[in-house]
């Protein structure tokens, strides 16, 4: 019963390894977990992409808290955002081509500094970035949620007022209302 209890309080940290591929001249496939010096009997391919484990609950918590606390977006706010757009599913993708816990589009998480979309930091980190964006320039929140549903644009366009797409109506009063809670 003690050890359950200790190992239930253990946290579980993420691990990072960047891992490099090289070739030999023999046709040998090198992985390592550092670059190497080329010579001329081994020559680099792809460094494969850097291999981390997903976050859990408790730190996609810890993550929202530091985002919304850089940015100074209500944590509560981006939570609604989270649950609304990816119900906490890390690998979700929507048939838009929108991905991750708050589903960012290729060109927001381009203009948000975000590099790898399914990372769940960087995800968090740029869709907080763009409310914080959408906030400033709507000064409201329905409208601010609104914009990052059918872009800000869309809000413009109809006179800053929430669009009249039942895709975006629809959204605004799910995220309100688990905003709400």
């Known amino acids: 019963m003690i050890r359950a209890a200790i190992l239930a309080t253990i946290v579980v940290i993420p691990v990072h390894a960047d891992v490099y591929r090289y070739t030999g001249a023999d046709g040998r496939v090198w992985l390592t977990d550092h670059p190497v010096e080329v010579t001329s009997s081994a020559k680099p391919t792809t460094i494969v992409k850097t291999v981390s484990k997903p976050l859990?609950?408790?730190e996609i918590?810890?993550?929202v808290h530091l985002a919304a606390k850089k940015y100074g977006?209500?944590?509560k706010l981006v939570h609604a955002v989270i649950k609304t757009e990816s119900t906490y599913r890390k690998a979700a993708v929507s048939n838009k081509g929108a991905v991750g816990l708050m589903q960012l589009m290729p060109a927001t998480a381009s203009r948000f500094g975000v590099e790898d979309r399914m990372d769940e930091r960087q995800n968090i980190e740029g869709g907080v970035k763009f409310l914080k964006f959408l906030l400033n320039t709507f000064k409201d929140?329905?409208?601010a949620?609104?914009?990052y549903n059918a872009g800000e644009h869309a809000v413009m366009r109809h006179k800053n007022r929430v669009p009249p797409?039942?895709?975006t109506q629809n959204y605004v009063g799910?995220?309100?209302a688990a905003y709400n809670e």
């Open 56 to 58: 859990t609950r408790w």
């Open 61 to 63: 918590n810890h993550y």
């Open 73 to 75: 977006v209500d944590e």
């Open 141 to 143: 929140t329905k409208l």
């Open 145 to 147: 949620v609104a914009g």
């Open 165 to 167: 797409y039942p895709e």
């Open 174 to 176: 799910l995220v309100m």
